[in-house]
């Protein structure tokens, strides 16, 4: 059994940010429920994978109730940057989604990270019900928190410490 489940029915908001100086950032998800508010450390990867299956998911959705109107993916950037307390529950390890037409909301569904499978039906297990602007803005938002990171080096392709960046394009071999 979980070691506790919580459900956001329905989130006021949800997003995605990250805290902390490029190359040491922690992302985040969090989503608002009156007062109460719920986050959940992500890894910068989960949220472009999150992103990517989000407009995956909402395509498909487009083609199976092709009377929806278009989810918008507008957002005001002051709202979305993530606000205190930023006391995560826990550090994600599955993401997934899932619709319900009746009420027409996505469900982001986050089970935490365990250390083995026999620890799995113990994970804890957060589920936010979004409307699809929410999760549309969320997943847009949370493309450009992934690409506000550190710069990309142009001869190699990999990200540039502030410290100093060893190229391997320049050394002509890749350690």
Same mark, same amino acid.
Request: glycine content about 6%; overall charge negative; some cysteine.
């Given at each position: 059994?979980?070691?506790?489940?919580?459900?956001?029915? *329905?989130?006021?908001?949800?997003?995605?940010?990250?805290?902390?100086?490029?190359?040491?950032?922690?992302?985040?998800?969090?989503?608002?429920?009156?007062?109460?508010?719920?986050?959940?450390?992500?890894?910068?990867?989960?949220?472009?994978?999150?992103?990517?299956?989000?407009?995956?998911?909402?395509?498909?959705?487009?083609?199976?109730?092709?009377?929806? *109107?278009?989810?918008?993916?507008?957002?005001?950037?002051?709202?979305?940057?993530?606000?205190?307390?930023?006391? *995560?529950?826990?550090?994600?390890?599955?993401?997934?989604?899932?619709?319900?037409?009746?009420?027409?909301?996505?469900?982001?569904?986050?089970?935490?990270?365990?250390?083995?499978?026999?620890?799995?039906?113990?994970?804890?297990?957060?589920?936010?019900?979004?409307?699809?602007?929410?999760?549309?803005?969320?997943?847009?938002?949370?493309?450009?928190?992934?690409?506000?990171?550190? *710069?990309?080096?142009?001869?190699?392709?990999?990200?540039?410490?502030?410290?100093?960046?060893?190229?391997?394009?320049?050394?002509?071999?890749?350690?």
């Amino acid at each position: 059994m979980a070691r506790f489940e919580l459900e956001l029915d *329905p989130v006021d908001h949800i997003t995605a940010d990250a805290i902390g100086k490029p190359g040491q950032r922690v992302f985040y998800i969090q989503a608002r429920q009156g007062e109460r508010i719920v986050t959940v450390i992500i890894e910068k990867f989960q949220l472009q994978s999150l992103a990517v299956g989000v407009e995956q998911f909402l395509a498909e959705i487009a083609e199976r109730f092709p009377d929806l *109107p278009e989810a918008s993916a507008e957002y005001d950037e002051e709202r979305m940057h993530i606000h205190p307390p930023v006391e *995560p529950l826990f550090r994600a390890g599955e993401i997934g989604l899932g619709y319900e037409r009746e009420r027409d909301r996505i469900l982001l569904t986050v089970r935490e990270l365990v250390e083995s499978e026999e620890e799995t039906e113990e994970a804890a297990i957060v589920r936010f019900w979004c409307t699809r602007d929410q999760i549309r803005a969320m997943a847009h938002w949370g493309i450009e928190v992934a690409q506000r990171g550190r *710069p990309i080096c142009p001869q190699c392709g990999q990200p540039m410490d502030p410290e100093g960046h060893f190229c391997p394009r320049k050394n002509g071999h890749k350690h």
